[in-house]
């Protein structure tokens, strides 16, 4: 059974920094295309970075980009997301996925296969 677990969530202060880390287990996703979202109660779930498998682009939702890091390592079949300059703004749950069927990036969560259970992320003001 192909399982993701994200770890790395907690409480911090406003332009302090989290490491995300999502670890895949039950097959190998080296050859996919991974995800970060994050979504808050009643609202839509929000692409947040993405990279892909072959040459490991990167890809970042516009609110993150130069704050967020998405990466990757396939021998520990994990990924990370690095976070700094937080602000309240931020504060959501966290979820990593798997893309099983592109070879890019796609923003649209509907395209992805295999979700962890989320991990939540509250930045204080």
């Known amino acids: 059974q192909a399982q993701l677990v994200e770890s790395g969530g907690g409480l911090v202060q406003a332009g302090g920094s989290l490491r995300l880390s999502c670890a895949a287990s039950?097959?190998?996703?080296?050859?996919?295309?991974m995800g970060w979202f994050r979504q808050a109660p009643g609202k839509e779930r929000e692409f947040v970075a993405g990279?892909?498998?072959?040459?490991?682009?990167?890809y970042y939702a516009d609110s993150v980009k130069g704050r967020f890091t998405i990466t990757r390592d396939n021998a520990k079949n994990t990924v990370y997301l690095q976070m700094n300059s937080l602000k309240a703004e931020d504060t959501d749950v966290y979820y990593c996925?798997?893309?099983?069927?592109?070879?890019?990036?796609?923003?649209?969560?509907?395209?992805?296969?295999?979700w962890g259970q989320g991990t939540q992320v509250t930045v204080s003001s």
């Open positions: 990279i892909s498998w072959n040459i490991g682009s990167t």
């Open positions: 996925a798997a893309d099983l069927d592109t070879i890019d990036v796609v923003p649209n969560p509907i395209e992805y296969n295999y």
């Open positions: 039950g097959r190998t996703f080296s050859t996919y295309v």
